[in-house]
């Protein structure tokens, strides 16, 4: 029991980070409503940034661990913010009334040039943050087995937590919040009401990029390395994920990452790991499959 426990107590770490990608692809979708390749790679990205700035930081600016990570996680959201601010104004904007199938080729050649950039920055080379507040916290213990989370994990759980769930009432209350949904639900009648629709339609990408950097950041500090193909297999997961849980709720949608997350850590805790990734994979498919019409998200008219 302590063993299922302790995959529980996993899941949960896990969930946080895909629950916030999730919530920050939904928040981008909602206003560009087409396939976003691009999304994960900003992921990587900004956690690779995040990682060969403190890297600098360390080495060349021989700066204390703490003053190299805060300088790491500013830069890191720094990159992020302005890939987000020139991908929403050359990319989303001119490509807006245009086929799904172009978008979708335009962010795959910006997910492939983010993949190169990171490389290229980094030589091809892998660089680790040292281990950094690696101490168990114990939940639960009998017979010499110890159910466990490190700190890490559990400011990374009470980050995307509070960051969720700030956001989500930020969308509920605020001015912003109402003129995304009307954006969302019909850009020329929002812009006749008197709603700026291209200042909503950049916000929401800058902000969804930001949350990107948000998960990107704290993935890196927990497992220190962030590989260069990272962002194109957790892109592909997060399209998949989001579509079960909803395209334009971002909140639906974090909780689909929720329950995508546990199932794929209790997979790695009970049955081959090398099947994980393709079992995962089909259950969504299943899922998108036999959902009911009306649930699903009306298309772009």
Not at 63 to 68: D, R
Not at 199 to 212: E, M, N, S, T
Not at 271 to 280: G, I, L, Q, S
Request: charge should be neutral; glycine fraction near 8%; proline fraction near 4%.
């Amino acid at each position: 029991m302590l063993y299922f426990f302790q995959q529980v107590l996993n899941g949960v770490h896990a969930s946080a980070i895909y629950a916030l990608l999730a919530f920050g692809y939904a928040l981008t979708n909602s206003v560009i409503r087409r396939t976003n390749l691009a999304y994960g790679a900003l992921f990587a990205f900004s956690g690779q940034a995040m990682i060969l700035v403190a890297v600098f930081g360390w080495y060349v600016l021989w700066l204390t661990l703490p003053a190299t990570v805060a300088l790491g996680i500013a830069a890191g959201f720094g990159y992020a913010a302005l890939v987000s601010n020139i991908f929403s104004r050359a990319v989303f904007a001119p490509l807006a009334e245009s086929s799904p199938n172009t978008i979708v080729a335009a962010t795959l050649g910006v997910s492939l040039v983010l993949m190169e950039l990171a490389r290229i920055a980094a030589e091809t080379r892998d660089f680790w943050l040292p281990p950094m507040l690696a101490e168990p916290v114990v939940f639960a213990s009998a017979d010499g087995f110890r159910a466990t989370l490190t700190v890490i994990q559990l400011v990374n759980c009470v980050v995307a937590a509070l960051a969720i769930l700030g956001l989500t009432v930020l969308l509920s209350r605020s001015t912003f919040g109402r003129h995304l949904r009307a954006v969302s639900d019909d850009p020329a009648a929002a812009r006749m009401c008197g709603v700026d629709v291209q200042r909503i339609f950049h916000l929401a990408v800058i902000f969804g990029g930001l949350i990107a950097a948000l998960a990107g950041i704290l993935a890196g500090l927990y497992y220190g390395n962030i590989s260069f193909g990272t962002g194109l297999i957790f892109g592909l997961k997060i399209l998949f994920v989001t579509a079960v849980g909803g395209y334009n709720s971002p909140p639906r949608a974090a909780l689909g990452a929720v329950a995508f997350g546990m199932a794929e850590t209790l997979w790695t805790g009970y049955f081959p790991v090398e099947w994980r990734d393709a079992a995962v994979f089909l259950a969504l498919v299943a899922i998108l499959v036999l959902q009911s019409p009306d649930k699903q998200e009306r298309p772009v008219p």
